[in-house]
């Protein structure tokens, strides 16, 4: 775990972010094999590579290395972004100190979740069950489905957290459920869900309800 004073830097000093992040103190699993700092310089460069780049306001972004190896041992590398220290601009050192391990949170319990589902797929969904008609995956479904779980995964994350009792956890999980809401709305668009088995929609409609699947 990185000195909370360094994340303290990180959030007022840019140029401390690259070196803050290279210090992580998190472990990254075998199938992720860079967690780097990128800045809004290095967003072309990403766009050339994956063919998108990190969505405004996004705080981190995962990138799966073999899309045609979905689930079946791809690595990743994860990039974070600057709306991970920003969006936290002008807060007291203790809120600072206690939303360092709210993000370090976010990249092991829901980035680093995404990277599991690109090396080895969701579970009690393996990758079958998102091809369509002519044996493409239908990766818009994938990644609705892959972030819900994400979502769940970061608030259980929060949870266990002792630091973050006594109403804090309460006070952060009503944002992860309206972020998650997004991706469960994705559920019932048609652009999403075309081709998709109608079975598999169902299932996930009635499953992944953010307020049941996430939950307080």
């Known amino acids: 775990m990185v000195n909370p004073k360094d994340f303290r830097k990180a959030v007022r000093e840019p140029d401390l972010r690259a070196d ?3 210090q992580f103190g998190i472990v990254k699993p075998p199938y992720v094999d860079v967690v780097a700092y990128a800045s809004p310089a290095d967003f072309q460069a990403l766009k050339q590579r994956f063919g998108i780049a990190p969505a405004p306001g996004s705080i981190a972004k995962t990138y799966a290395l073999d899309l045609e190896g979905l689930t079946n041992g791809s690595h990743s590398e994860v990039y974070i972004c600057d709306p991970f220290f920003d969006m936290l601009q002008g807060k007291p050192s203790k809120l600072l100190d206690i939303n360092g391990l709210i993000r370090e ?10 990277a599991r589902h690109y090396h080895k797929g969701i579970d009690d969904y393996p990758l079958a069950r998102f091809r369509v008609e002519d044996g493409q995956v239908n990766r818009l479904l ?9 979502y769940k995964s970061e608030a259980d994350g929060l949870r266990s957290i002792k630091r973050l009792q006594g109403g804090y956890v309460q006070q952060v999980i009503p ?7 997004i991706y469960y709305d994705w559920l019932f668009d048609a ?12 299932e996930l409609r009635e499953k992944l309800d953010p307020t049941r699947f996430i939950g307080f």
């Open 20 to 22: 803050y992040v290279s």
């Open 105 to 114: 949170n976010t990249i092991k319990n829901h980035e680093f979740e995404h």
């Open 142 to 150: 994938f990644g609705a489905v892959s972030e819900l779980f994400a």
């Open 175 to 181: 944002g992860l459920l309206r972020e998650a809401m």
């Open 191 to 202: 652009r999403v869900t075309k081709g998709a088995d109608p079975e598999l929609v169902k």
